[in-house]
């Protein structure tokens, strides 16, 4: 089995900083794309932030300047290091991993179970 553990999450204020971390542990060959996503309240959910096994990135406009993902790939763990958070943040935040299992396997999408992050003063 695989899963995917998030940690970090929690209650800040307006302008305030959160880091979010994932780690991936279980029956893992090697780890593809790597991101983040979120869900507020009522809305679908949303790309935050992808990152390649390279290190090539990608960001949704609302959080480009803001948000940086970063990954360790000794420890198959990706980050979310979050500045000038905004209450329009605030929502669960998932981890999303594209994991290969064996070396016959194909990659296969994990999530975790979500971190809370809420913006406000």
């Known amino acids: 089995q695989v899963q995917l553990v998030e940690s970090g999450g929690g209650l800040v204020q307006p302008g305030g900083s959160l880091r979010l971390s994932c780690a991936a542990s279980g029956t893992i060959f090697s780890i593809n794309a790597m991101g983040w996503y979120r869900q507020a309240a009522g809305k679908q959910r949303e790309l935050v932030a992808t990152i390649t096994t390279g290190g090539s990135t990608n960001y949704a406009d609302s959080v480009k300047g803001r948000f940086t993902i970063s990954r360790d790939n000794a420890k198959n763990t990706v980050y979310l290091q979050m500045n000038s958070l905004k209450p329009e943040d605030t929502a669960v935040y998932y981890c999303?991993?594209?994991?290969?299992?064996?070396?016959?396997?194909?990659?296969?999408?994990?999530w975790g179970q979500g971190t809370q992050v809420t913006v406000s003063s």
């Open positions: 999303n991993a594209a994991i290969v299992r064996s070396m016959l396997s194909v990659p296969y999408d994990y």
